[in-house]
């Protein structure tokens, strides 16, 4: 592990300057750290500020940056005015990160840099069609490239101090809305509003599945004994009921990640 950290200091300082693709998550958190740290002036952190992403995370992305001096800007990105992005294809993410890296290549290009994102070497065996968007820019992964895997990265950002160590894995919002049903931002604000407020009952992790009137409850496997609870399961049931969803169920499998993939024949991308 500390010769894939050493060998992505080694990969960031050829590449000179980086844009970093910085959501605040796990993975870019630590990226953004290292160039920051290996760079200098030479690394901007950018976040994008999208109605897809939970305004949460944006604040996350934020505080870790003035907190750790990294340089950090936020974009504004449009992707819910992309047609094919609304649609939500299995392909939709395709068209949410060519959207992110047209806004990311003129800022790389006028500091002479390059673009990199977060992918991690665990991200190989995934289907994440963003991928083909990021070779079409000429997207690094220099965490991939070291051969740094998930765990890897959470270990050494605990040992650097970053509070995004310990962060539960994340998706955009649209990510829990089932493939062919269209994309709003009534719905994603309803999906925010209401994954805030499985937080707010105790839970590290909840994801809120759409399906219009009725959602999915998906509780961390180890939180779920808790969520079942006739008392709390009511009180979920309450609470999201008061957001507008007419049935709410609450998953007995317990959160998985890329759920809504299940019974989808995909592949890696």
């Known amino acids: 592990m500390i010769a894939k950290a050493l060998a992505l200091r080694e990969r960031l300082a050829s590449l000179h300057a980086v844009v970093v693709a910085y959501s605040g998550g796990v993975d870019s958190a630590y990226l953004a750290f290292v160039a920051n740290d290996t760079l200098g002036a030479h690394a901007l952190a950018v976040t994008a500020d999208s109605p897809s992403y939970p305004d949460r995370h944006r604040r996350l992305a934020a505080d870790i940056a003035a907190r750790f001096g990294i340089r950090h800007t936020v974009i504004h990105t449009a992707e819910l005015e992309r047609a094919e992005y609304r649609a939500n294809p299995i392909n939709r993410c395709y068209f949410c990160k060519h959207e992110l890296y047209s806004h990311l290549a003129p800022i790389a290009a006028s500091r002479n840099a390059v673009v990199a994102d977060g992918n991690n070497a665990d991200d190989r065996g995934d289907h994440r069609p963003g991928r083909l968007a990021a070779r079409e820019f000429g997207v690094v992964s220099p965490l991939d ?125």
Request: net charge neutral.
């Open 145 to 269: 490239e070291v051969g740094l895997t998930k765990s890897e990265i959470r270990a050494l950002s605990r040992e650097a101090g970053l509070p995004t160590w310990d962060e539960p894995a994340s998706a955009c919002l649209s990510s829990r809305i089932p493939y062919h049903s269209v994309v709003t931002s009534e719905k994603l604000r309803v999906i925010e509003r209401a994954e805030d407020a499985g937080r707010a009952l105790g839970f590290r992790i909840c994801r809120v599945r759409h399906y219009d009137e009725t959602t999915r409850v998906e509780i961390g496997r180890d939180e779920l004994p808790r969520a079942s609870e006739p008392g709390m399961t009511a009180s979920i049931e309450q609470v999201l009921k008061g957001l507008g969803y007419r049935d709410v169920i609450l998953d007995a499998r317990g959160y998985r990640m890329g759920s809504l993939n299940e019974g989808l024949l995909l592949r890696p991308a």
